[in-house]
């Protein structure tokens, strides 16, 4: 494989969904990575325990220089966000964004997991973010993925109803995306973009 481009990595909004998955991504190739939770998260109590790749500190996201200082003390290159879309916590992309710039972070990955974000309506602050962090100068990776294949049934109303409900004639094309596969590529890009944006 490729020699590793980035060398350090942390992540914020280390949730169930994909958070989580991605550390254990990044844990199972043996690369270390940083948890930055907030002071009050459960949510580091389904990290290993043990692992010595794995590193969790609590920080206040709404906090520019507290993040900038974490990431500058741990050196850190990549700052990997997977905040969640809903309960305003997509505002403190751009606090992360400032936080990432100021500490010298190479490449930020926000939440944009799902589909690609549009202008105006739900999911905007997407959009604006990728603007924002453009405008300060801030390289970024962004994820599209399409739905999460775990929400499909959910969307189908598959549990509630016991039948696959399909809206309109189901010609409308989809793009699914298992959770394991994008924390996967997520892991192995961050630490072998050449090896992979080669094939």
């Known amino acids: 494989m490729s020699?590793?481009?980035?060398?350090?990595?942390?992540?914020?909004?280390?949730?169930?969904?994909?958070?989580?998955p991605i550390v254990k991504a990044f844990l199972a190739i043996g690369v270390p990575i940083l948890v930055i939770a907030r002071p009050t998260s459960t949510n580091t109590s389904a990290l290993p325990s043990d692992d010595p790749n794995l590193k969790v500190v609590r920080a206040d996201y709404t906090s520019a220089p507290e993040i900038s200082t974490i990431l500058r003390e741990n050196k850190i290159e990549v700052l990997i966000s997977t905040v969640t879309l809903f309960f305003g916590a997509l505002a403190v992309q751009n606090v992360l964004a400032d936080a990432a710039k100021a500490a010298g972070v190479k490449l930020f990955i926000p939440s944009e997991f799902g589909t690609a974000p549009p202008a105006t309506g739900l999911g905007h602050e997407k959009h604006d973010l990728a603007i924002y962090a453009k405008s300060i100068g801030l390289p970024t990776l962004r994820v599209y993925n399409g739905v999460f294949d775990e929400f499909v049934p959910w969307l189908a109303a598959l549990t509630e109803t016991g039948k696959f409900h399909i809206v309109n004639k189901g010609e409308t094309p989809g793009?699914?995306?298992?959770?394991?596969?994008v924390a996967g590529y997520v892991g192995s890009y961050s630490y072998y973009p050449t090896a992979i944006s080669s094939t």
Not at 12 to 18: K, T
Not at 175 to 181: G, V
């Open 175 to 181: 793009s699914f995306t298992a959770t394991p596969d």
């Open 3 to 20: 020699e590793a481009l980035f060398k350090s990595f942390a992540i914020v909004g280390a949730g169930p969904h994909i958070g989580i």
